[in-house]
């Protein structure tokens, strides 16, 4: 048995890809296009595995994508791959209409003619997960209720309004179609092998490197924060027990403003690798212009995944970030590779400009 993973050289898909080779017996075909994102570092200890095949492949090339369907004949497509940072949808959104809405509507071309040319069971069993956000249902304010799968879309960035178009064309595959589909649609991640563009790892590297912590406007905008292999743990249940057609949202339970979020891991530093003039991180925290349109507050009603399908976090906000401090700390290397760029000259070198 085989799935096929898109996006399994970034953040969230590699731990998915990680977790899931330490968990099962079952292979992994790790289709990514290592855009800026795209690590394969984060897999150095699959790479060499007979159950872990990568193929550098664009989710919006259809007749790449055939090939690895038909030659491989995965029982499950599950759909990371997308352009995913708020900020640079800002600055330069058609990549993100190209990877989430056009490559999706691909992908998911792709995915319907080779689940329609299955035998009955493996048609039956055929499984396309697609791995969505919070960010479609907008802002909220302070009180309302955090975001049901019944709230109305309203995605307020471009990257939000690429990922809500993705998510329709999933739903329409499943009823116009009939294809077997999942959506998941989860809070904000953090943990291991995060990009350091993205606040946690940003506010890690810049603490440790001497630079200012930037907080956009006030530091109030709450975010759910959802450890990352909590989200792995509950795509894997999606994937094994989700109802047809059916929408999940992920969340930790976790709302925290950004500014004591900063804070937290200041706090954290301050122990794990005290500063050497005895100073606070914290005094390093630098208030920035804040992000045009900047939603306010997210967080998830994560109470039908549980009720239906049993899932909860592992992690306790505190637990959880404190594991990711400690593993930023441990993988200064990792971090250097990505900040330097080193990381992409080595793909460069393995496959070409
Ligand atoms: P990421 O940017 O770290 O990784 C994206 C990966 O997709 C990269 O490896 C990149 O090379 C690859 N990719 C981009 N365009 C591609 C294309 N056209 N074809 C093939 N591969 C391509 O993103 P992430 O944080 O790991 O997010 C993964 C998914 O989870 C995304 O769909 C995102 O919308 C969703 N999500 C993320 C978060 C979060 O907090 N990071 C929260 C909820 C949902
Ligand atoms: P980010 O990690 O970019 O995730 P998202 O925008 O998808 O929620 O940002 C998390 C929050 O942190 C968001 O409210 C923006 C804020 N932020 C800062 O205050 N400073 C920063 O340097 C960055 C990158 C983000």
């Known amino acids: 048995m085989t799935i096929l993973v898109t ?3 970034g953040f969230i898909g590699s731990n998915f890809v990680l977790d899931w080779l330490a968990e099962n017996n079952e292979a992994v075909i790790n289709v990514d296009k290592l855009t800026y994102a795209g690590n394969l570092q984060n897999l150095e200890g699959v790479m060499a595995s007979n159950r872990h095949v990568f193929a550098r492949v664009d989710i919006g090339d259809g007749a790449a994508i055939a090939d690895l369907l038909t030659t491989h004949r995965p029982r499950a497509i599950l759909n990371f791959a997308a352009e995913s940072h708020v900020d640079r949808s800002i600055h330069g959104p058609a990549a993100f ?8 509507f691909r992908l998911l071309e792709a995915a319907r003619k080779y689940w329609s040319e299955l035998e009955e069971t493996e048609r039956q069993q055929f499984r396309f997960l697609h791995v969505s956000t919070d960010e479609v249902y907008g802002s909220l ?11 109305r879309y309203e995605p307020n960035s471009p990257y939000s309004a690429s990922k809500a178009s993705s998510d329709h064309l999933v739903r329409a595959y499943h009823h116009t179609y009939g ?5 998941t649609n989860c809070s904000n991640n953090y943990g291991p092998y995060h990009f350091p563009e993205k606040l946690i790892p940003l506010c890690i590297h810049n603490a440790l490197a001497g630079k200012p912590l930037p907080i ?15 989200h792995c743990s509950a795509i894997r249940r999606v994937l094994e027990q989700g109802r047809l057609g059916e929408t999940y949202n992920v969340g930790g339970w976790n709302e925290k403003a950004n500014l004591d979020v900063v804070k937290t891991l200041c706090a954290i530093l301050d122990e794990l690798s005290p500063r050497k003039d005895g100073a606070s991180y914290s005094s390093q925290i630098t208030f920035v212009k804040d992000r045009p349109g900047h939603d306010r507050r997210y967080a998830i009603d994560a109470r039908k995944i549980e009720q239906e399908l049993g899932w909860k976090p592992a992690e306790t906000f505190e637990s959880g970030i404190r594991k990711t401090v400690e593993w930023y700390l441990s993988h200064q290397e990792w971090v250097s590779n990505v900040t330097s ?5 080595w793909v460069g070198q393995q496959y070409g400009a």
């Open 341 to 345: 760029g080193a990381y992409q000259s």
């Open 141 to 151: 304010s302070a009180t309302d209720e955090p975001f049901r799968e019944t709230n």
């Open 7 to 9: 996006g399994g050289a």
């Open 216 to 230: 956009y406007g006030d530091g109030q905008q709450i975010r759910d924060w959802l450890y990352v292999k909590d």
């Open 97 to 104: 209409i190209e990877t989430n809405v056009v490559g999706t």
């Open 179 to 183: 294809l077997p589909v999942l959506t």
